[in-house]
Structures are given as structure tokens and as C-alpha cells.
T-cell receptor
């Protein structure tokens, strides 16, 4: 069975601190896709990144970076020099193999960045 | 502007009533989805549709119904059979290039409260 675990329910940091959000996944498929979404207080889910199982290169986008390690089934997300605007719930998700394109979500991590 | 529009943002329902949540997208996406989010939990799939006039049950379809008469529209009806409908509902859409792994984009969501 496929599953996504985000063990950190809430994280609180002070502005300018670095913070890492953990994501561990389970799947029997050799081809799969991993995603991160941000949900600000307004409610909509904002797409951040998509990574396929064949590409283990880490990615950096501004203050955001992602570390994908198949050996530990992890896809962790780091925010460098956090800002108050980063406060949100962050979801990690796994796309099932096959033609359905369905997403399986973790329970999310609430990040609170204090000024 | 391109995107996914959900309405209404807030909806109150009396017990025993059916209500319909609207979802429209102008991204020319083939697939559309409805997810439910409960406090402190991840998103769970209610229904999805990959083509007009066809849709499939997700993980928690009981008490819900959908239709897909037009490519851009995928309304969700919460029926009186849904025992605990109070939740945040998110509509989403994606392309279907290559079947799986396409990025799913979300609307701003609708809050449904039973009074």
C-alpha cells in the first residue's frame, strides 16, 4: 500500500532560521512521483515542486530546496532564512502509478514563522 | 486569468438538505478531482473524472455525487446521506499527458458547515 508520512505536526521557528520539513513515503512501484504543496491560511493549495522517481538530483529554487533520497524513501523540504510569509501548512504527496493520476497526501506540517 | 474557480467560498447546510459545490476550470485540463480536507488531516479523494461524461469513485465517495457534462465543469453534490459533511472541499484539475504523474492544480476551496 502507498503511504506518505509527515511526522512533524507543527514546527515553530523564528524568522531567518532554516527549517526542514520531513516526508517519508511508501510505495511498491518503481515509477512514482512526489510533490510538495503549500497551504496558506487562505486555504488554496499552491504547487511547489514535482519530482519523479528516476531523478534523485536535489533541487533549489530561491530559498527552497528539496532533498530526494530513494535509499531512505524520503523527500525532505528545506526553507533557508525563513520569513513570516512562509507560515503555512505544507503537504507532501505521492502519485500512484497507473493511469489515474491520483495523489496520496501526508497529514501536513504546520509551519509557524515568528517575527 | 487561467485557473480553477470554486463557489461558494462558504456554505451552510441544514441537516437533510443536498447542496452543490461548483467548480470551473479554464486550463483546458482533461482531468478534474474533488478532495475533502478535515482539520489536522491530509486530503482525501472523493471523486475524479478523466473525460466528459465519465467519473470514478475515490476513497470516500459515499454520500457524494458528481457530474461531468462539460470539460471545464465538475460540480459536487453533498447529499443528505453524507453523515459528516462539515469540511473543507477542494476542487482540482490536471492534464493527462502520459497518464500518471501530472501536476494537479487546486482551486481556493469551499467551506461547508452543517447547521
Amino acid at each position: 500500500a502507498q503511504k506518505v508520512t509527515q511526522a512533524q505536526t507543527e514546527i515553530s521557528v523564528v524568522e531567518k532560521e532554516d527549517v526542514t520539513l520531513d516526508c517519508v513515503y511508501e510505495t511498491r512501484d518503481t515509477t512514482y512521483y512526489l510533490f510538495w504543496y503549500k497551504q496558506p491560511p487562505s486555504g488554496e493549495l499552491v504547487f511547489l515542486i514535482r519530482r519523479n522517481s528516476f531523478d534523485e538530483q536535489n533541487e533549489i529554487s530561491g530559498r527552497y530546496s528539496w532533498n530526494f533520497q530513494k535509499s531512505t524513501s524520503s523527500f525532505n523540504f528545506t526553507i533557508t532564512a525563513s520569513q513570516v510569509v512562509d507560515s503555512a501548512v505544507y503537504f507532501c504527496a505521492l502519485s500512484e502509478a497507473g493511469a489515474t493520476n491520483k495523489l496520496i497526501f501526508g497529514t501536513g506540517t504546520l509551519l509557524a514563522v515568528q517575527p | 486569468d487561467g485557473g480553477i474557480t470554486q463557489s461558494p467560498k462558504y456554505l451552510f447546510r441544514k441537516e437533510g438538505q443536498n447542496v452543490t459545490l461548483s467548480c470551473e476550470q479554464n486550463l483546458n485540463h482533461d482531468a478534474m478531482y474533488w478532495y475533502r480536507q478535515d482539520p489536522g488531516q491530509g486530503l482525501r479523494l472523493i471523486y475524479y473524472s478523466q473525460i466528459v461524461n465519465d467519473f470514478q469513485k475515490g476513497d470516500i465517495a459515499e454520500g457524494y455525487s458528481v457530474s461531468r457534462e462539460k470539460k471545464e465543469s465538475f460540480p459536487l453534490t453533498v447529499t443528505s446521506a453524507q453523515k459528516n459533511p462539515t469540511a473543507f472541499y477542494l476542487c482540482a484539475s490536471s492534464a493527462l499527458r502520459g497518464g500518471t504523474g501530472n501536476t494537479i492544480y487546486f482551486g481556493e476551496g469551499s467551506w461547508l458547515t452543517v447547521v
